[in-house]
């Protein structure tokens, strides 16, 4: 048996970890032996059972500037690949990782310098993730930041400056260089994990082939508490740090609507009603969404795909451009409202009273999206990524 890495470097929250866990998990029942190398080590106790595995911190860059991010490039340039004296520190670290962990196949989640670390080694790679850290195959790598487009040329001079940089780190370590940077991506496997509905790039460069679904095994979570109440149930998945969550529990109460919303971090509940309750624990998604009229949440990928998957219309508060760009696209599809792209301020209650109605345009459409996905299987899809990491192994 073999000896897998699994790495993610980039991108916030946990959902890069939730889709690796089934994964670590199908493997670990196969006999191979796991380490990870993740981006937040503490927040990870919360995801992966004890004994899955060795956890190691991910090399990260610390010395970057913010800058605004308008292609995959702009990202790349942010977490340390703009430099090639950088680049090679933060590469070599990665390099380091894998030869302590052993690795025989490197499984990367939005770990680019992983991959880049893999090619210097000839150790094999399958790249796994939504379609923001999957970017389309071209050349230069495409602007998704659309909204507020990049001066004239910025995409190919940056994607020149990046792959500059990565390719003097593979010819100083004796490695064959990349054609172009979008190659970066696509190691010996590459699985683009989602619908064309919550394709960041919006089917851009894809075929229908392309797509595998996203990440939609159940997690464990507390028993649905719901309140009292008569009408459409609401779920809500919110945080404290986006500024429109006081105005949303608000208005959910206005309705009168049964509403159970998890609800993390320290403080009081912002608003009381009858026909609200929150929770301090994850909820089980298996057993809460099916008694739901409406989704609100940011737009995270896994909650937004559990949800079409029932046929239940979505409300989206994104806090970022990757949760942004996936609400875009569920709205185009008729399935949600992106409520960053509301007029303010946002008549929230009036969105949600249209939304759980049953035969309003928004269940019907999330009805559709259901039905164009009723044969997808999360658990087949862990299975092609176990296949595919075993397919690599020489």
């Avoid at 940056?158 to 190659?183: E, F, H, K, M, Y």
């Avoid at 949303?248 to 159970?260: E, K, N």
Wanted: hydrophobic letters at 45%.
């Amino acid at each position: 048996m073999a000896r897998v890495l699994m790495a993610w470097e980039l991108g916030a929250n946990l959902g890069h970890l939730t889709r690796l866990r089934p994964v670590a998990t199908a493997l670990q029942r196969r006999g191979h032996t796991l380490s990870f190398a993740l981006r937040d080590v503490m927040g990870s106790r919360a995801v992966l059972p004890p004994g899955l595995g060795r956890v190691f911190q991910a090399p990260l860059a610390i010395h970057t500037t913010p800058t605004p991010a308008w292609t995959m490039a702009d990202v790349l340039v942010a977490c340390g690949h703009g430099h090639a004296a950088g680049l090679a520190g933060l590469a070599a670290a990665w390099q380091s990782l894998i030869e302590v962990s052993g690795c025989e196949v490197l499984i990367a989640d939005h770990a680019p310098t992983a991959l880049l670390a893999a090619r210097v080694m000839g150790v094999p790679a399958v790249h796994i993730g939504h379609g923001f850290s999957v970017p389309p195959r071209l050349s230069p790598l495409p602007v998704f930041r659309d909204w507020a487009p990049p001066p004239a040329h910025h995409a190919a001079d940056v994607d020149a400056q990046v792959l500059s940089c990565v390719n003097t780190v593979l010819r100083d370590a004796g490695a064959a260089p990349l054609d172009r940077l979008c190659d970066l991506f696509y190691p010996e496997r590459t699985l683009l994990c989602t619908w064309p509905e919550l394709d960041h790039y919006g089917g851009l460069g894809r075929s229908a082939a392309d797509y595998v679904g996203p990440d939609g095994e159940y997690a464990p979570g507390a028993e649905p508490d719901w309140p009292g109440g008569n009408g459409p149930h609401v779920l809500a998945y919110l945080r404290r740090s986006h500024p429109g969550h006081v105005e949303v529990l608000r208005a959910l109460a206005d309705c009168r609507l049964p509403t159970l919303c998890y609800l993390p971090g320290e403080g009081a509940e912002p608003v009381s009603a009858p026909t609200l309750r929150y929770s301090r624990q994850p909820i089980d998604f298996r057993r809460a969404l099916p008694r739901c009229s409406l989704l609100v949440c940011h737009a995270g990928q896994a909650t937004v795909a559990q949800a079409l998957r029932l046929g239940i219309p979505v409300l989206m508060l994104p806090e970022h451009a990757e949760q942004h760009l996936i609400a875009r696209q569920v709205e185009r599809s008729g399935a949600g409202v992106n409520a960053a792209l509301q007029a303010p301020p946002v008549a929230y209650a009036s969105l949600i009273e249209i939304m759980v109605r049953a035969d309003g345009s928004h269940a019907k459409a999330a009805r559709a999206v259901a039905k164009r996905h009723s044969a997808f299987d999360p658990a087949a899809l862990t299975a092609r990524i176990v296949e595919a990491a075993e397919s690599v192994l020489t």
